[in-house]
């Protein structure tokens, strides 16, 4: 059975910083697809940061460029999502997702395995 557990979680003021980590049990993060999603209040979950691990290819939404980094962890089987330069439209659940298959898009439906999510909630 596959379960991911996210953590690092919490409430942030605006331009602040955050890492979560997603940590694995019966899915090895050096295989297949890993992503970040967020789903706000009233929204549907948007795909924020994606890591194929057969060659290492990150993605990122538009919106989190340059102030979020995905990376991996494989000795720990964790996946992590640095975020800085916090914006209170960052607040939403943040999922991990993952998947067997090795593809670099930011779509909910092509991921099996999902965490339970965690709060990230920025004040402005």
């Known amino acids: 059975e596959v379960q991911l557990v996210e953590s690092g979680g919490g409430l942030v003021q605006a331009g602040g910083s955050l890492t979560l980590s997603c940590a694995a049990s019966?899915?090895?993060?050096?295989?297949?697809?890993i992503a970040w999603f967020r789903q706000a209040p009233g929204k549907e979950r948007e795909g924020i940061s994606g890591?194929?691990?057969?060659?290492?290819?990150?993605v990122y939404t538009d919106a989190v460029k340059g102030r979020f980094t995905i990376s991996s962890d494989r000795a720990k089987n964790t996946v992590y999502l640095y975020m800085v330069s916090l914006k209170p439209e960052d607040t939403g659940v943040y999922y991990c997702?993952?998947?067997?298959?090795?593809?670099?898009?930011?779509?909910?439906?092509?991921?099996?395995?999902w965490g339970q999510g965690t709060q990230v909630t920025v004040s402005s």
């Open positions: 997702a993952a998947d067997r298959r090795n593809f670099l898009v930011l779509n909910p439906d092509r991921f099996d395995y």
């Open positions: 890591l194929d691990s057969s060659d290492g290819r990150t």
């Open positions: 019966g899915f090895t993060f050096n295989h297949g697809s």
